[in-house]
């Protein structure tokens, strides 16, 4: 490039080598002088030819060409139309000139092919965008500088009710009650004061009915920064609004039942209600309440009452407890007998002495049909209402389970109580019994053994003094006495030694259980010699116990066992097994057995199963035996069929403690 030549020479100069420009005779039609360009495009200097030969391949005039304008008198034409041949859009601009004499028409074609198709663009990308916002579910408006409507979306024209080539020059006075209409215009004078958009949840009325949306302002700025108007968007929030208040008030209100049922789980019985009234009272903002309960003889029991209430009220001889006589028709009487929240926004006539209450609500507390408590409160800053109303019905009723089950477990809790202090004075009297009848069975055990002794030894001397003289039916009557005196003796004897398992135990100690049948074995031997009976066993273990009282267990069983015998040599096997906690014993023989009907019996003091003839006893063994066991802590047990044997079993404890 030059650098005596300014840029914009050289501009200039491209845009007049891109232009058709060409020289006519007008009434000739003949072209006189063509530019390179044209001649360029044509291949060819058109020189002397027609225009309309060379520009449309016509032998006439183009319809739509200006030049006629140009020869009729006019000194400048312009037309716009698509050259086929060279199949672009062109502007045609003529325009008369003088030369020697004559006038020449000088022609400017200029191809605005592109700039064509840019409009084109231009306007599909308006009608596209006109699409786009009339299609969104959102309301879009356009204001200028003094809050008068330029335009809107189709969603803001209907939601308005008028046509949106109509909007235009309306004001917000046209669509809304006064007072939002001046905070509308308002928020628009702010933004265009400041250049701060808004954004904001607000209130709409449409058709006298109040919404809520959400709305968003925003300054609209000309190419030079200077505010010219302001656009708004808005879209309905009303069920949205709606949602997030219902979760709001949920989350609320599931916030005071949390601490209502930790109340109830963790707080004592004593503070428990003071607890819950605080958190009602909380809950519905009031400054005094009282809660109560109905006990089983149907009377109000109110164990809690606001401090205030209770110490402010100067009523002579008030109580905690209030008869079902006494309710009269007092607002919280109402609730109960009606079944359902009642409140009163007026001062409530009370009895002298009582603190003033100006408004009041009471509920009800109701589980599966039947009242069983009530929340009485009162003296809010503002006056109840439904919504008070629905959230006390609600707190009553998620109280109502919970209550009843502490009132249940608390009755509950009472009788047990009751239970327990009859049954430990039950025990009591029960023990001092049995001490008694111990003490008695001891003494006269101890004391009839003297007499017998004296009837046996008498009777002795008499049948030896006189065999020679008395007769068969005399020695039969002294045998009978003696043998009187022996079963006497044994029974006392049997009977001291049961008495004696309580009253005479010992403490336990360290006892191996081999050693002990050891010593039953060796007690028994001569019996064990003359039946020929075969005793056998596992290893048996070391346990904590009263050695005395185990010996005699293991002797009570075998013994029984030698002395139920069948037809063949006894065999019996002692063995052991720890289950549970417990070392379970068995002994195990081949004699009679029982029958199961008598086996309910067979541990009963005094029951016996077969006659003196036929085993000899006094019926206390076995009795003893299950005395001992329990004393030990262990439970005694027969598993036997007639004919066919019998297992006795008992369970001792691996750490027993004595229960005397």
């Known amino acids: 490039m030059d650098g005596n030549i300014p840029q914009s020479a050289y501009t200039l100069r491209e845009v007049l080598d891109n232009i058709i420009i060409y020289v006519i005779n007008p009434k000739t039609m003949k072209i006189i002088h063509a530019n390179q360009h044209f001649k360029d495009l044509l291949k060819h200097d058109p020189t002397g030819s027609s225009c309309h030969e060379i520009l449309a391949g016509r032998d006439k005039p183009c319809p739509y060409c200006s030049l006629g304008n140009v020869s009729s008198g006019e000194r400048k034409a312009s037309s716009l139309h698509y050259n086929e041949k060279f199949q672009k ?16 028409a000088f022609n400017i074609a200029i191809d605005i092919t592109a700039l064509e198709e840019t409009r084109k663009e231009l306007e599909e990308t308006r009608d596209s965008f006109e699409t786009l916002l009339d299609s969104l579910p959102q309301k879009i408006f356009l204001k200028d500088k003094d809050s008068v409507y330029i335009s809107c979306n189709n969603n803001y024209a209907v939601e308005m009710g008028i046509k949106i080539e109509n909007i235009a020059g309306k004001t917000d006075f046209d669509f809304y009650p006064e007072k939002l209409a001046k ?3 308002s928020d628009d004078k702010y933004i265009i004061s400041t250049g701060k958009g808004i954004e904001a949840e607000e209130p709409y009325i449409k058709d006298g009915t109040k919404y809520w949306v959400h709305t968003i302002k925003q300054p609209v700025k000309d190419e030079h920064g200077n505010i010219t108007g302001v656009i708004g968007i808005f879209w309905d929030i009303t069920e949205a609004k709606q949602a997030r208040f219902d979760l709001e008030k949920n989350q609320w209100e599931l916030n005071f039942k949390n601490k209502l049922t930790n109340a109830f789980i963790t707080i004592p019985d004593k503070d428990v209600y003071s607890s819950i009234l605080a958190i009602l009272m909380e809950a519905i903002r009031c400054k005094y309440g009282v809660f109560g309960y109905i006990n089983e003889s149907g009377d109000l029991v109110c164990p809690t009452m606001t401090r205030e209430v209770w110490s402010e009220c100067n009523i002579p001889g008030k109580d905690i407890v209030y008869p079902e006589e006494t309710w009269g028709n007092s607002i919280w009487a109402r609730s109960m007998k009606e079944k359902k929240v009642i409140y009163k926004n007026e001062k409530a006539k009370v009895p002298e002495g009582h603190i003033p209450i100006i408004n009041a609500i009471a509920a009800p507390i109701i589980n599966q049909g039947q009242v069983i408590g009530m929340f009485n409160l009162a003296n809010k800053d503002t006056n109840f209402n439904e919504v008070d109303s629905r959230l006390l019905a609600d707190l009553a009723d998620y ?28 025990l009591k009297k029960l023990k001092a019994s049995n001490q008694d009848l111990e003490q008695f069975a001891y003494v006269a055990s101890h004391d009839l053994q003297e007499p017998l ?16 003289i008395i007769d068969e039916n005399a020695k039969d009557y002294i045998e009978f006495i003696t043998d009187g005196t022996e079963r006497m003796t044994r029974l006392i004897n049997d009977l001291l030694q049961f008495s004696r398992i309580s009253s005479r135990a010992k403490e336990f ?3 191996n259980i081999q050693d002990i049948l050891d010593i039953v074995k060796k007690n028994l031997s001569v019996q064990i010699d003359a039946t020929g009976a075969k005793i056998t066993s596992d290893p048996l273990p070391k346990l904590s ?7 005699q267990i293991f002797q009570n069983l075998i013994s029984n066992a030698l002395k139920f015998r069948g037809d063949d040599p006894p065999e019996i096997h002692v063995s052991s097994k720890e289950e549970n906690g417990f070392w379970i014993f068995s ?67 691996k750490y027993p403690q004595a229960t005397d």
């Open 399 to 426: 109280i109502a389970p919970i209550l009843n089950a502490r009132l249940v477990q608390g009755r509950e809790e009472q009788r047990r109580l009751e239970a327990e202090r009859d049954l430990d004075q039950t």
């Open 89 to 104: 859009l062109y502007w045609f601009n003529n325009r008369e000139i003088p030369f020697n004499d004559e006038l020449l």
């Open 183 to 185: 905070k509308y215009i």
């Open 587 to 653: 002994i195990a023989d081949n004699g009679i057995g029982i029958e199961k009907k008598d086996i309910g019996r067979l541990f009963m003091i005094f029951k016996r199963l077969h006659s003196r003839k036929e085993y000899p006893g006094t019926g206390i063994g076995l009795a003893s035996c299950k005395k001992i066991v329990e004393r030990h802590g262990g439970r005694i047990w027969v598993e036997s069929e007639k004919d066919d044997g019998s297992t006795f079993y008992f369970s001792i404890p």
């Open 453 to 468: 002794r004296m009837i046996s030894s008498f009777t002795q001397l008499l049948a030896k003094k006189f065999q020679d």
């Open 509 to 511: 100690s360290r006892v």
């Open 545 to 551: 116990g009263d050695e005395t009282q185990l010996i």
